[in-house]
C-alpha cells in the first residue's frame, strides 16, 4: 500500500495557512438499518470559527490572498453561510477586514452564523435576494470588491462557498487524510458520501481520490448529495474544477487524472430548492442526534445524511459494507429562526 510519506512535499510552493489545527477524527458510528457500517468523518471539528469543512478551502484561499499582499477579504453566500462565517474568522486570525456579501435583508436582532459573522468583527452587505439566487449574490461580490478596490483596500475575492480550483486543494488534503486513516484501521471503504452546492469540495475530494489511486492508497468512490440546483444539472463542472486543482500541484504524481465517470452527484435528496427543508432531511437529522450525537444542519449535512440513509435504504449498502460520511459542519444555524426540524 502506497503512503505520501510527506504531504509538504505535495504541497511545494503552493500558498497556504495554517487554520487547521490537525487532522480531524474518523469516527465509528452506528449500524444502518440495511446493516452496513457508518463512519463520520467529523469535518464539524476543524476548529476555526466553530468548525466547519470550509475552512479547509480557506487555507489555500487565504494563502493566495495574503500572497497577493491582500488588506481585505470578499466572499457570498446565503443568509446564514457557513463559509461567509469561516471566512469571517479566517480574516479576524490573519488581521483582514471581511466583507460579506448575504442573500436576504438585515435582521433586526442577529442570530445563528450572522451572530457571529459580527462577532469576528466582518461587515455584512444584505442584497434583499433570495438564498438561491446565486448570480444575483455574484454580481454584487463583484461591485463590493471593485468598491474596496477602488478605495486602495487592496481585496481578495472568493466566489459562493470558496469553490475555485485554489479552493479545492483543500479537500485534496481532507481526501488524503481520510485515505491514511482508513489504511491505519484497516477500514475497506464503499464509498465517501458528502453534501455538495457549490461544488469545490466534491472537486477536492475526486482529486485526492485519483492521487491515492496513483498512490495505492485506500481510494473509495465519492458520492455527492447535491443540496443545489447548479451542481445536480452539471454547474460548475466538478471533473474540470479537479482537473485545475490537480494542476496546481507541482509534485502531483505522474499519471493522476479524474475522469468524468469520477464525479457522481445525486440531485434526489435536493427537494423543492436550496436551504429549502425537506422531511427526509429532518428524520437525518433527528436520527443522528439520537444515534450518534452529531448535530446536522438542514441547508447542507442534514440533507446529505438523507441521502446515504436512503441510498441504504435502497439497497446500495449491505451487511459487511462500510460507508463513511464527511461531516461538513453547520451547527450555528441551527440557532437561527426555524434552523431545527420539529422534535
Same mark, same amino acid.
Given at each position: ?31 444502518? *438499518? ?43 453566500? /446565503? ?111 464503499? /464509498? ?66 479524474? /475522469? ?11 427537494? *423543492? ?8 432531511? *429532518? ?61
Amino acid at each position: 500500500m502506497g503512503q505520501i510519506g510527506n504531504l509538504d512535499d505535495l504541497l511545494t510552493g503552493v500558498d497556504r495557512v495554517n487554520l487547521v489545527p490537525g487532522v480531524t477524527p474518523l469516527e465509528r458510528g452506528p449500524l444502518l *438499518d440495511s446493516g452496513a457500517q457508518l463512519w463520520v468523518k467529523r469535518d464539524d471539528l476543524t476548529g476555526l470559527g466553530v468548525g466547519g469543512n470550509k475552512v479547509r478551502k480557506l487555507e489555500f484561499l487565504c494563502g493566495a490572498a495574503v500572497a497577493a499582499g491582500a488588506r481585505s477579504l470578499v466572499t457570498v453566500g /446565503a443568509a446564514q453561510s457557513n463559509h461567509c462565517r469561516m471566512t469571517a474568522a479566517a480574516g479576524a486570525l490573519l488581521g483582514l477586514e471581511v466583507h460579506l456579501v448575504l442573500s436576504g435583508e438585515r435582521p433586526q436582532a442577529l442570530e445563528g452564523n450572522q451572530l457571529l459573522d459580527a462577532l469576528f468583527g466582518a461587515q455584512m452587505h444584505f442584497t434583499g435576494e433570495p438564498d438561491h439566487h446565486w448570480g444575483a449574490l455574484e454580481i454584487v461580490r463583484e461591485s463590493v470588491t471593485d468598491a474596496l478596490a477602488a478605495n486602495g483596500l487592496q481585496p481578495y475575492s472568493i466566489p459562493i462557498g470558496g469553490s475555485t480550483a485554489v479552493g479545492a486543494l483543500g479537500y485534496i488534503v481532507g481526501y488524503l487524510e481520510l485515505s491514511q486513516q482508513l489504511d491505519e484501521l484497516g477500514v475497506t471503504a464503499s /464509498a465517501v458520501v458528502h453534501t455538495s452546492s457549490s461544488g469545490g469540495t466534491h472537486a477536492g475530494l475526486v482529486a485526492g481520490q485519483a492521487i491515492c489511486r496513483v498512490l495505492r492508497m485506500p481510494a473509495p468512490p465519492v458520492i455527492a448529495v447535491g443540496v443545489a440546483k447548479g451542481v445536480v444539472i452539471g454547474s460548475p463542472d466538478v471533473t474540470v474544477l479537479a482537473n485545475e486543482a490537480l494542476s496546481l500541484l507541482p509534485n502531483c504524481p505522474s499519471g493522476t487524472e479524474v /475522469a468524468v465517470e469520477d464525479v457522481v452527484v445525486d440531485g434526489d435528496w435536493l427537494g *423543492d430548492d436550496y436551504a429549502v427543508p425537506t422531511p427526509e432531511a *429532518d428524520e437525518a437529522i433527528r436520527w443522528a442526534a439520537r444515534r450518534g450525537g452529531w448535530v446536522l444542519d438542514r441547508v447542507y449535512s442534514g440533507k446529505g445524511l438523507s441521502g446515504l440513509l436512503g441510498r441504504a435504504a435502497n439497497g446500495e449498502w449491505v451487511s459487511g459494507d462500510e460507508v463513511v460520511f464527511i461531516h461538513t459542519g453547520g451547527v450555528p444555524s441551527v440557532f437561527a429562526p426555524e434552523g431545527v426540524p420539529s422534535l
